[in-house]
Every structure is written in structure tokens, then in C-alpha cells.
């Protein structure tokens, strides 16, 4: 795993920022793999931006997001598709008919999962796939307890969860207790995983998912097991490490070795 430690939490949008552009650059038609929260929000603003400066073209990419509440349709203000319209899709030249969000609406979802897989399978797999982190060490909505085997799904949230994103709603009796969510299997199918995380509140979670054992219990612990995974964290989200000395220098080598061909 690489572990990038960047100042502060715009820096760290930075950095994902420049890291999605490479992968464009790179594969004009990548498949990208989006989230929502507090987190990523910044870094789809310097996305928007490097788009606005002609630095960036979506037209070829294809996208799919991790999770949605079930119950709420993608016109819902505090939906996921609504999240992403409004924090990115609608601000840059992404084909409309080439975004995917789960459908909070699906009445089948044991069906409507494996569409989702096989939608995500039609586009050839996911290139490049970004993450957060929930306070108990959740990626999407893969809560404590969830298999590392799973696949899109449902999945009943924390409380802790409902507790964290009760801020998006107006009071805490709306948020949703239910979401499809993509499953540690499809996040790890992924040929490349990248996790955003920023502030002292991760902090727990980022040390346990880093340098705690694999576990259920923490389902980004399971970017263990990937041979690409990219952490990309500001000094509060990184202070629970143990390494971080360690994971810094490597970086540092990282860099050099890029700038020098060494
Ligand atoms: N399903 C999302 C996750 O994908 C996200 O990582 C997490 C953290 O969100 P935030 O970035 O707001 O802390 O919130 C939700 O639970």
C-alpha cells in the first residue's frame, strides 16, 4: 500500500485530485469508481476546476458510485445522485447516460445487485475506485461485520453511521436505515483503490484499517489484500499511526524514483 500523508485536508484534495487526472490522462475511457461525503467534496471541486482550465476531459469515462440510501429517489436532495449531480456530474462533461448510482428505488434487491455487478462488469471493471472512511472503518456502506467476500447488496447501517450522517438531513429520524451498497468483493475487483481520508475524527479508524489486523470489523483493513491501494490522508487523519515516520520516507523514495528513474 502506498500511504501519502499531505499537510492539511485541502492539500489531501488535492493530491487525489492530481492522482484521478493521471489516470485519465493515462486511459481517456477509465472507469471510475466516485463517493460521497463530507470527504471527497473537495477534490471533485479541484476536478471541476482542472475541467473549467480545459486540464481534464470526462467525455470517454464512464462512472459508477458505491452506495445509495434505499428509499430515496435520485431526485431526493440528500440522495447520492443527487450528491453527485450537484457536486460534480452536473459540472463537467461526463456522459449523463454513462454515470451510475445504485437505484434506491429497486424493488428486488438481491436482482438489482447482481445488475449492478454485471453493469459494472459491461463497462470492462472499475480502473480506478474512490473511497472514504466511516468512523467504524467502513468503505461504502460496508459496515462492522460485513463479508470481505460481498458483493452489491443490502446492508443496514450503524448507528454510529446514521448518528455521522444525521449532519446531510434535517433531523436524524430521515436518514435512511437501509443502503445498496457495493461490496468489499466488488471494491476490491478494482484495479486501483484510492482512499481519501481527513481529520482527527478518522483517525481511529485509518490506524486500525493501516496497521490493524484484516478484519470484518473494519472493512477498509481489507485494501490489505490489494495489490494497489493508495491511501491518500492529512496529518489528523494520519496521527494514529504508528509508521508514519516510515510511511513518509517511503513516499519520499517513491517520488525520487519517479523524478530520477533511479
Ligand atoms: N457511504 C458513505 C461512505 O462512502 C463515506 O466514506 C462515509 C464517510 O463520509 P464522510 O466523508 O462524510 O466522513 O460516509 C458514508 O457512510
Known amino acids: 500500500m502506498r500511504i501519502i500523508i499531505e499537510s492539511d485536508a485541502a492539500a489531501a484534495a488535492n ?3 492530481a492522482l484521478i487526472i493521471d489516470q485519465i490522462q493515462k486511459k481517456p475511457d477509465s472507469v471510475l469508481g466516485l463517493a460521497t461525503g ?84 459491461d463497462a470492462g471493471g472499475i480502473d480506478l475506485q474512490l473511497l472514504g472512511i466511516g468512523t467504524d472503518g467502513h468503505i461504502a456502506f460496508n459496515e462492522p461485520g460485513s463479508s470481505l467476500g460481498s458483493r452489491t447488496r443490502l446492508k443496514t447501517l450503524m448507528p454510529e453511521t446514521v448518528q455521522d450522517n444525521a449532519r446531510f438531513f434535517e433531523s436524524i429520524d430521515e436518514v435512511p436505515r437501509l443502503a445498496v451498497t457495493m461490496g468489499v468483493g466488488t471494491i476490491l475487483e478494482s484495479r486501483q483503490c484510492l482512499l481519501m481520508a481527513t481529520g482527527s475524527h478518522k483517525a481511529d479508524a485509518i490506524a486500525a484499517a493501516i496497521e490493524g489486523p484484516v478484519t470484518c470489523q473494519n472493512t477498509a483493513s481489507a485494501l490489505q489484500l490489494h495489490r494497489d491501494a493508495i491511501y491518500v490522508l492529512d496529518e ?23 523524478e530520477q528513474g533511479l
Not at 47 to 59: N, P
Open 15 to 17: 493530491r487525489c485530485a
Open 38 to 121: 463530507g470527504t471527497p467534496v473537495a477534490c471533485y471541486q479541484v476536478l471541476i476546476e482542472m475541467y473549467q482550465e480545459k486540464l481534464v476531459s470526462f467525455a470517454a469515462c464512464k462512472s459508477f458510485n458505491l452506495d445509495e440510501y434505499v428509499g430515496l429517489a435520485g431526485d431526493h436532495p440528500q440522495s447520492y445522485r443527487h450528491f453527485m449531480q450537484t457536486n460534480l456530474f452536473d459540472h463537467i462533461d461526463i456522459d449523463p447516460a454513462a454515470t451510475h448510482v445504485p437505484n434506491g428505488l429497486a424493488k428486488d434487491y438481491e436482482a438489482y445487485g447482481e445488475v449492478y455487478e454485471q453493469q459494472i462488469a
Open 236 to 258: 489528523a487523519a494520519a496521527s494514529g499511526l504508528k509508521r508514519q515516520a516510515y510511511y513518509r520516507s517511503s513516499e519520499e523514495m517513491h517520488r525520487k524514483i519517479v
